[in-house]
């Protein structure tokens, strides 16, 4: 199961991904019932999830329900356990809107909730995060996970968010972090896929971000809380949700 799911987010666009996957998955899930780990998004257990990624597949890492990474789950329970985001009146931008939280987030009455993206059929607004389409100082919330590595110029996109975020706003906004790397590393001369997939691991990626993370966010104007949520969450429930053990949440504030 590894190997054909690592082939098929290799070989595949992602956006084919995002149409045929929750048909495919729900009916792999009837395979992994149980009771050994649950989905917080979706309430669902299974005695795994599904193992997803590339070179390899990790395993126990995709709920076939809601389509939640791990990732996705620990974000998940940091906004029902650190923010008001599930009780306030909020204008919320989804940038490369996650499947897991579309649908739940969209029937939420507190929220005015605008999906965005340049190539996802999943989003209703289409857009590039260089040049977002809004106003300034028009959303209190935004998330926008895993889409910096991708762009041409990540300062000029994270100043993009801050700049349509009100004052006193704020944003989720994560990338793959190597912990080995004190400092970001980006190429953009690396033109092919090849050569890309070679040096950054991925074919579609253009920078590998170091512990410098956090300051790359600050020089777009954030205030940037480097969270270490899952650390403080039981180790139970850290192995019951399949949490990733090590991920930093970046809060990033646009101040008052």
């Known amino acids: ?68 990474l791990e990732r996705h789950r620990l974000m ?15 204008r919320v931008l989804h940038i490369a809107p996650e499947h897991c939280f579309i649908h739940r987030f969209e029937a939420m009455k507190n929220l005015d909730y605008i999906t965005a993206d340049i190539e996802s059929p999943l989003a209703k ?4 995060v260089h040049q977002i389409p809004f106003p300034d100082n028009d959303f209190d919330v935004a998330f926008c996970n895993h889409v910096m590595e991708h762009v041409t110029s990540d300062i000029q996109a994270m100043s993009e968010i801050y700049r349509v975020l009100k004052p006193g706003g704020w944003a989720i906004i994560q ?17 092919t896929p090849e050569e890309r997939e070679r040096v950054f691991g991925q074919n ?16 777009a104007g954030f205030t940037v809380v480097e969270d270490d949520f899952v650390k403080r ?14 991920e930093i949440i970046y809060l990033c504030k646009k101040p008052q």
């Open 233 to 246: 969450l039981p180790a139970e429930k850290v192995t019951l949700y399949a949490l990733p053990q090590d």
């Open 175 to 191: 990338s793959p972090i190597n912990p080995l790397r004190a400092v970001t590393f980006e190429d953009l001369t690396l033109k």
């Open 204 to 219: 579609d990626h253009v920078r590998d971000y170091g512990l410098d993370y956090g300051r790359r966010l600050e020089q």
């Open 125 to 128: 607004v289409k857009m590039d």
């Open 1 to 68: 199961m590894k190997k054909i799911i690592s082939f098929v987010i290799r070989k595949i666009p992602r956006k084919y991904l995002q149409i045929i996957s929750p048909l495919a998955l729900r009916i792999v899930a009837l395979f992994y019932m149980g009771n050994k780990v649950q989905c917080p998004i979706s309430g669902k257990k299974y005695r795994e999830f599904l193992p997803y990624g590339r070179n390899p597949a990790r395993a126990n890492a995709l709920c076939p329900d809601s389509l939640s």
């Open 76 to 90: 998940y329970l940091y906004l029902k356990n650190n923010t008001n985001f599930f009780t306030a009146k909020l």
